[in-house]
């Protein structure tokens, strides 16, 4: 059983004037954050990605993003969209945008099938939270029920 990554991307970027943030150049040689969130959760022991994207945007995460860790991780993509909810509820009339990180994770439900952490696509993390979060889910594995999150000092 693989510890995945699940990168929440699927963020309209409103407040970032266009283009898509999440696969904005912030590096001296071109990196998205994504590269070294990736970088950093692979040195941790992580080997699965999820990608929560919108359909529309899968092109550019596969050439940008996915087509460069695939040879080291099981890359997944899944689409978050507005009308996959619970039979249950309702998708108000005109409803477009994501539900946000519990809809993300909800939109995961077919791909894993075991450890897992969720980070947001343009944040920045950095390597101590990815080597401690990585070394709690491997101390639960197989087991049910157990959460955790890591925060910054």
């Known amino acids: 059983m693989k510890t995945a990554l699940v990168i929440m991307a699927a ?9 898509i943030k999440q696969l904005a150049a912030v590096g ?22 999820v990608f929560v994207i919108k359909k529309e945007r899968e092109a ?7 087509s460069h860790v695939e040879s080291r ?12 909810v619970p039979e249950w509820f309702t998708v108000p009339e005109g409803r477009e945008k994501p539900w946000g990180t519990a809809h ?3 939109a995961c439900r077919n791909v894993i099938d ?9 944040d920045f993390y950095g390597q101590e939270a990815y080597q401690t979060i ?15 999150m890591v925060g910054d000092r």
């Open 28 to 49: 001296p040689n071109g990196e998205i954050i994504m590269d070294f969130s990736l970088y950093d959760a692979y040195q941790a022991g992580f080997r699965k990605v």
């Open 114 to 122: 075991g450890p897992f952490a969720v980070i947001n696509a343009d």
């Open 134 to 148: 990585g070394r709690y889910l491997r101390s639960v594995a197989g087991q049910k029920n157990h959460y955790c």
């Open 104 to 106: 993300a994770v909800r």
């Open 11 to 19: 963020g309209i970027g409103s407040r970032f004037g266009g283009g």
């Open 73 to 84: 991780m099981d890359v997944q993509y899944v689409f978050q969209s507005p009308d996959d």
């Open 60 to 66: 550019d995460f596969r050439d940008i993003v996915g």
